[in-house]
């Protein structure tokens, strides 16, 4: 009876996910923060959509004019061959040559480029939002993985309890040995499954020090209020439109019709001027010659109108694909939502029933044996239920937080 006595007075060791409070301490927005200044891939967008803008001031100018030298007419044969001086047409030339597109086009070209900067910008807002979803999603589980090293180290710390109270029974002749073996059995299980969630702790921490450096090993992870409630952003699908790679196909339309305005300027040929100044032998006079090149678009059906239209298709493909991209959208996070709405009230199930019934039926079994009315494996049995249980809600807990996660960080900031 003195045994049963013992085993009774443990009590069940339960754990809330709340916050976990130390001297240093990651929280979730932290992390994102973080991750946000040290993405590498951000930056470089920053350089990218600087580089077009720089592009787009050198599109808008005339090109550069072209120095021509020259000697022209030289005889080769006869008695004036290589003479410089005894033809009257021989004659050396200096001049200069200048392409002249139109206003309109160098202001398309450069519109081209300006338009390829709002696009890294776009870029840059789409990879600022995979930086902190991956970042949220490594976040949670390193966060949920601790919790339920943290369940079983409580559960394999009842077990120790049970199993020095039985083995010291045992030695005064209170209890059997299979008793025992048995809550020696027990502990190294539990002891097994802890290693094994130890190292998933480890792997999860390597991959959220991807996005937040060294600060994943050596700092605790601070719950926050949002993780027990798992509120949605409001009116998500009223703004799908807003969503990175929605804007970004928005963007690409915008080249795509700048890149059409270009074409069809082309339609427009680019004169060509030029003087040249030719010195001749000193008994003839000078020369100057002016002249313009135009290039003949004789076959502009088979290729500048080619060219436009084809252009002119790559607009109505990108906006058909952003069609085909906001409805998927719209069906992928009307799932979402469904099923943090599911989950939400799945956990609410396991706080308000399922852990209680679980906890009451460990404390029943206590009570029995206290009682000599039911065996030890019925302790333990009962004791990892609720664990398992408690498992299966922290499981259900990263699931949903996972999910909030792709819709709470869906939009740009």
């Given amino acids: 009876m003195k045994l049963h006595a013992m085993v009774a007075c443990f009590g069940i060791l339960s754990i809330t996910v709340g916050e976990v409070w130390a001297e240093q301490a990651l929280g979730l927005s932290e992390s994102v923060r973080l991750a946000e200044g040290r993405a590498m891939s951000l930056m470089a967008q920053d350089k990218a959509a600087d580089a077009a803008k720089q592009m787009a001031v050198s599109a808008g100018q005339l090109p550069d004019p072209m120095l021509e030298l020259g000697l022209e007419d030289l005889p080769i044969s006869g008695p004036s061959a290589y003479s410089l001086t005894k033809e009257a047409m021989t004659r050396k030339t200096i001049g200069l040559s200048q392409a002249f597109p139109s206003k309109e086009k160098r202001m398309a070209k450069a519109d081209v480029f300006e338009q390829q900067a709002q696009l890294a910008g776009a870029q840059k807002a789409q ?21 339920i090293a943290q369940l079983l180290q409580q559960q394999a710390d009842y077990l120790q309890s049970v199993a020095l109270s039985v083995s010291a029974a045992y030695r005064g002749g209170k209890a059997k040995q299979s008793d025992v073996f048995s809550a020696e059995l027990a502990v190294t299980k539990v002891q097994e499954q802890i290693a094994e969630q130890q190292n998933l702790v480890k792997n999860s921490r390597i991959l959220l020090s991807r996005w937040v450096g060294e600060r994943a090993f ?9 993780l027990g409630r798992f509120d949605l952003p409001s009116d998500l699908l009223g703004r799908l439109s807003q969503q990175a790679d929605i804007q ?16 069809r300027q082309e339609k427009q040929a ?11 032998a000193p008994e003839y006079g000078d020369l100057v010659s002016v002249g313009v090149s135009i290039p003949l678009q004789w076959n502009q059906s088979m290729r500048q109108d080619r060219e436009w239209h084809s252009s002119t298709l790559k607009i109505s493909e990108i906006s058909d694909q952003k069609e085909e991209a906001l409805r998927e959208l719209r069906a992928q996070v009307l799932q979402q939502q469904s099923t943090v709405e599911s989950n939400r009230q799945r956990l609410q199930w396991y706080a308000d029933r399922l852990v209680p019934l679980a906890e009451k039926n460990t404390l029943a079994a206590q009570a029995e044996y206290a009682g000599a009315k039911g065996e030890l494996a019925t302790i333990f049995a009962a004791k990892n239920a609720e664990v398992q249980l408690k498992i299966e809600q922290a499981k259900l807990s990263l699931e949903t937080a996972k999910l909030w996660a792709m819709l709470n960080y869906l939009l740009p900031t």
């Fill in 270 to 280: 680019d004169w060509t001027w030029s003087v040249a100044y030719g010195w001749r």
């Fill in 218 to 226: 050596s700092q605790t992870l601070v719950s926050e209020p949002v």
């Fill in 248 to 263: 970004l196909m928005t963007v690409a339309q915008s080249v795509a019709q700048a890149q059409a305005n270009v074409a």
């Fill in 127 to 147: 990879l600022a939002v995979a930086v902190r979803t991956q970042t949220a999603l490594s976040w949670l589980t390193v966060y949920y993985q601790q919790q």
